[in-house]
């Protein structure tokens, strides 16, 4: 089991704002990134440390973190962003990458 | 512009070997941090492996530590995996990607990844 833990599913209204969660002991010490990933393709970085994106990363994406919890907001939600949403940070010794068991977004 | 291109995946048999190898360009590589990550068939992603920049430390998930060896050619901008004993649970896409900063836990750039199927 991942030592980082996201729903497995989240459903927003096109247009609305939806928070996907990651919750770990790590994430106390260390920040949590953020990939999207469609079907097919390779993941791509939406949010990096504390709240950083990517260039090309739309701005409606931003990360936020609280105690053992990590959270990446997405502000009006586009059909384009229905994807799979994994969370990654360091294990709980700090010694190497972990990622989240991911989060399916799909926009209504 | 950065690329990583992986190559070597293919169908192999359980207990058989396989090496995985990535391509890079359009950076330093010498300068990174680099990592194998892999996606088993509609299941998450799972940090496999990495290799300090100048070769001297790598790391590895428990699952696959004793069987894969992970190594660099800085001279051929190249990354590899070479993959020994392999199961029935080691097929996954397998990734090559890049750190946010040179030794960091975060990736900004992957390869499209390599297919290893292990089956009888």
């Known amino acids: 089991s991942s030592e980082l833990t996201q729903d497995p599913a989240v459903s927003v209204a096109l247009g609305q704002t939806v928070r996907i969660t990651c919750q770990g002991d790590?994430?106390?010490?260390?920040?949590a990134s953020w990939y999207q990933q469609k079907p097919g393709q390779a993941p791509v970085l939406v949010i990096y440390?504390?709240?950083n994106r990517p260039s090309g990363i739309p701005d409606r994406f931003s990360g936020s973190s609280s105690g053992n919890t990590a959270s990446l907001t997405i502000t009006g939600a586009q059909a384009e962003d229905e994807a799979d949403y994994y969370c990654?940070?360091?294990?709980?010794?700090?010694?190497?990458?972990?990622f989240g068991g991911g989060t399916k977004l799909t926009v209504l | 512009q950065v690329q990583l291109v992986e190559s070597g995946g293919g169908l192999v048999k359980p207990g058989g070997s396989l090496r995985l190898s990535c391509a890079a360009s359009g950076f330093t590589f010498s300068d990174y941090y680099m990592s194998w990550i892999r996606q088993a068939p509609g299941k998450g992603l799972e940090w496999v492996s990495y290799i300090s920049s100048s070769s001297s430390y790598t790391n590895y998930a428990d699952s696959v530590k004793g069987r894969f060896t992970i190594s660099r050619d800085n001279a051929k901008n190249s990354l590899y995996l070479q993959m020994n004993s392999l199961r029935a649970e080691d097929t996954a896409v397998y990734y090559c990607?890049?750190?946010?900063?040179?030794?960091?836990?975060?990736?900004?750039?992957w390869g499209q990844g390599t297919l290893v199927t292990v089956s009888s």
């Open positions: 990607a890049r750190p946010v900063s040179h030794s960091g836990y975060d990736f900004d750039y």
């Open positions: 440390g504390k709240n």
């Open positions: 990654n940070s360091r294990d709980s010794s700090g010694n190497h990458p972990v």
């Open positions: 790590s994430l106390r010490s260390y920040y």
